[in-house]
């Protein structure tokens, strides 16, 4: 079939419109993922019909030795709170406090991270879940290694895929890389919102490197503020 000779103005006057369209989006502060990150949405979207429990993940895990941390924990953090929470907090790692005290998020980060919960996101720990990217507390402190990571990641994508949030908070640049597949900096990172599947995804700072560069506080107070006000537009 003869083309039109008229196609290649058409065409440019589409492009041109769907350009328009996604640079609109994107001032929204929402990314716009590449059509192979559609598909993976796709098929993740469809493994959440039959989503598994936060129990059946937990029985799955087991007393787990699938990577070296094993052997300086106390005690697994698999992460608490609301199972149907609509925002869910993820760090790097269990800190010392967590290991001892066997929950996510205590100590003086935790303290922080209720503050923030409770004066920017009004809300209260309880309606919330938290997690991180390992479950056990690397020795020292230190930062995780890619083998660790790669070994407990799929349990957190589990807890994700059953919980379903609206939005997903990533404390701090190995949390934020880990989550959304990318090496940037977490400076190029935050900011905004990344979709994943039906969540969103916001990097933001890590609570411990906070409590070094308090300047850095009124960053993750507009991070803050723009997941309060994306949950309560929908409420």
Request: glycine letters at 6%; proline letters at 5%; charged letters at 25%.
């Amino acid at each position: 079939m003869n083309q039109p000779e008229n196609i290649q103005p058409e065409l440019q006057r589409l492009l041109a419109g769907m350009k328009a369209y996604l640079d609109s989006v994107r001032l929204s502060g929402i990314r716009v993922l590449s059509p192979y990150q559609r598909i993976q949405s796709c098929v993740a979207k469809e493994q959440q019909n039959d989503a598994e429990t936060l129990e059946a993940v937990r029985d799955d895990l087991g007393i787990c030795s699938r990577c070296g941390l094993c052997r300086h924990r106390t005690t697994i953090i698999f992460g608490q709170g609301n199972p149907r929470a609509r925002l869910v907090f993820v760090g790097q790692a269990p800190t010392l406090a967590d290991d001892s005290e066997g929950q996510a998020f205590s100590g003086a980060e935790g303290d922080m991270l209720t503050n923030i919960i409770t004066r920017v996101i009004k809300s209260s720990r309880c309606d919330v879940y938290l997690s991180n990217i390992v479950k056990c507390s690397p020795p020292d402190g230190r930062i995780p290694d890619t083998d660790e990571i790669l070994a407990c990641i799929p349990f957190l994508r589990r807890q994700l895929a059953a919980i379903r949030p609206s939005i997903v908070c990533a404390l701090g640049q190995v949390a934020a890389q880990a989550l959304l597949g990318s090496d940037s900096p977490l400076d190029e990172l935050r900011g905004r919102f990344y979709r994943a599947g039906d969540m969103l995804v916001m990097p933001t700072h890590d609570l411990a490197f906070l409590r070094v560069r308090e300047d850095k506080k009124r960053e993750t107070w507009a991070d803050m503020q723009m997941i309060e006000r994306e949950l309560a537009k929908t409420a």
